[in-house]
């Protein structure tokens, strides 16, 4: 067997357990590889390719795994379906108790729970604060 067939059979290997187990890591011993198979093929002595693979490895697990994951973990995430209120005007359906932890508002025509600091009456104007859940916070409006 050449060196070339091992260093692709490492290669598939690598990328077959990135798939199986994904770990973001596997697919960087498939780059290295790639790398060394390609020395192999122009005919560098088989302690350069090893040393190559290694270095390569080590490069991609240390440098570019970080950059990567960050790039992909690094966006908000789902949003969530009470992010887009935020900021929105209401009216109080139902009276606010903060005690209780009772009330309800009326945002764009859908109901939802909401909670606010200090009691509130029906029919005054809020503004969503956030949310806690699928609760939404809210302050009354200043005239």
Do not use: C
Not at 66 to 91: I, N, Y
Not at 98 to 108: H, I, T
């Amino acid at each position: 067997m050449s060196l070339v067939t091992l260093w692709v059979i490492v290669a598939l290997g690598a990328g077959i357990l990135e798939i199986v187990v994904p770990a973001f890591g596997f697919v960087f011993v498939t780059l290295a590889a790639l790398a060394a198979a390609v020395l192999a093929l122009l005919g560098v002595p088989q302690t350069a390719q090893v040393v190559v693979f290694s270095a390569a490895t080590l490069f991609f697990l240390i440098v570019l795994r970080r950059f990567f994951v960050h790039e992909l973990r690094g966006g908000p995430g789902v949003p969530s379906r009470t992010d887009v209120l935020q900021g929105k005007l209401a009216e109080v359906t139902e009276p606010i108790d903060p005690v209780r932890g009772s009330g309800r508002v009326n945002v764009e025509g859908h109901d939802w729970a909401a909670r606010a600091a200090a009691p509130l009456a029906s029919g005054t104007r809020v503004r969503v604060d956030g949310a806690d859940g699928i609760v939404l916070l809210v302050s009354p409006v200043q005239k």
